[in-house]
């Protein structure tokens, strides 16, 4: 079954709920609205055999876009090989997303460092705790106006002697 | 009725057998685990941040660094990505290509003997850690020989290797895989019989296909399931389709399990480095993309152009449209993935590392639950994990 056959199942299902459908380089995105993505990812697991979570992350379109983040699902199916991305837009000033940790235990960790490194908050979250950065840690290091040298430090001028 | 109470323990980070910076808070009950908690972050870089700041050929290096145990994995990877991004992935050359797969596999064997090593040392078995090192010198040996470097080779580019395989590279390799199987076979001859190493992996960090499917689970930790994946033979790259080998797969679902596949792997990889070296011609080792490739070597050190060229594709660096891209790769480990977003600039916009140690890991809790506090180490061993992939 190929991608696009998944796709135009998935619009056949969630006509209202699919906002975007790109292509690039030969991978698929589809980008869908925040609120339906529990249950669009059931389904894709259910029905469409996506049963592998491979990554999931967040992307900060600071000044980029009018919804400032992006969390992207990179999903697989193990069965036919396929790779299909999920994307949902997420506004800042209500940075969160339901969890997807009920359909693939593997995103508990994903979304924890999703939180973690770029504060998106995910509901439904078993245990959302900051997993690279200490526990006391201030910000979210990944996010664009968060300096690469860290807080309160001279940005880095080169090895100038 | 005894009164019993649970007690909490710290083991890492600074403890031989977590195999570097982990952290595990083990709540027992005399000896058994009732609960694992893993602590990560301890050797937290922030590559993915540093990524943002730098062109796509700077990148190259930081990913040495995240598994330092198989780094042409990551090289491999990321150059994969960088090169599906930009587009030029047809354009790569056959001899380039053909490298590739062989210092990938190298480097397989490489992180198993490490893996394989460190896994009988903790369970007691002192001999094979001796017997792995000394393979495993050859191969530091060779990446010496080819890169400058014994562990962060940095020798893969995007387009294509950074300089062709030195004088009398291709009789080394040739040499080392004739002596391999032989090896393995005294490895195997050392454990297999062994009633100690049997009764301590055998049953032992039980997860069934499906758990292991639902946590994330990759590579040969995988394949001990039962689950036949492997993104060399499913999602082929770097031209791993023509070469013939066998994906190892055992049903055991335990330590047990994830060691025969391991092993077999190992003989595998042998095999295909054969192939390689069988299939090796003469021929340009850099894709034709001046735009987006660095100049030969020689071109940057003889003439005035050539260095220019060199200045401009490494301080500018070259821009590819927007879009963004997924690139997974069967690293020793599981899948290790690249999802790079391009805004159009010369620097990655997003860079997202997919870790196989680290979601491999978050199998760890279920996995010791109920088994004694002596069986942690042996599955912190089977998941074959590294600290430097994890926190990265």
Known sequence: ?161 | MALTETMTVNMGPQHPSTHGVLQLILELDGETVIKATPHIGFLHRGVEKLSEERTYHQVLPLTDRLDYLAPMHNNLAYVLAVEKLFGITEAIPERAKTIRVMMAEITRLKSHLVWLACHALDIGAMTVFLYCFREREMIMDMYEKLSGARMTSNYFRVGGLSADLPAGFEADVRSFIDVMPGHIDTYEGLLNGNIIWQKRIQGVGVISAEDAIDIGLSGPSLRGSGVDWDLRRDNPYSGYENYDFKVCVEQGCDTWARYRVRLAEMRESVKIIRQTLDRLQAGPIMADCPKICLPPKKDVVNTIEGLIHQFKIISDGPKPEVGEIYQGVENPKGEVGFYLVSDGSGRPYRMKIRPASFVNLQALPQMVQGRMIADVVAIIGTLDIVLGEIDR
């Open chain 1, 1 to 161: 079954m190929s991608i696009e056959v998944v796709v135009e199942n998935l619009k056949g299902k969630f006509a209202a709920s699919i906002l975007e459908v790109a292509e690039f380089r030969g991978e698929t995105t589809v980008i869908v609205k925040k609120e339906e993505i529990v249950a669009i990812c059931s389904y894709l697991k259910m029905s469409e055999g996506f049963n592998f979570l491979s990554d999931l992350c967040g992307v900060d379109y600071l000044g980029k876009k009018d919804d400032r983040f992006m969390v992207v699902y990179n999903l697989y199916n193990i069965s036919t090989h396929a790779r299909l991305r999920l994307k949902v837009a997420v506004a800042e000033k209500d940075a969160t997303v339901d969890s997807v940790a009920s359909v693939w235990g593997t995103a508990n960790w994903h979304e924890r460092e999703c939180w973690d490194l770029l504060g998106i908050s995910f509901n439904n979250h078993p245990d959302l705790r900051r997993i690279l950065m200490p526990a006391d840690w201030v910000g979210h290091p990944l996010r664009k106006d968060y300096p690469v040298q860290g807080p309160d430090r001279a940005p880095y001028q080169g090895g100038l002697s």
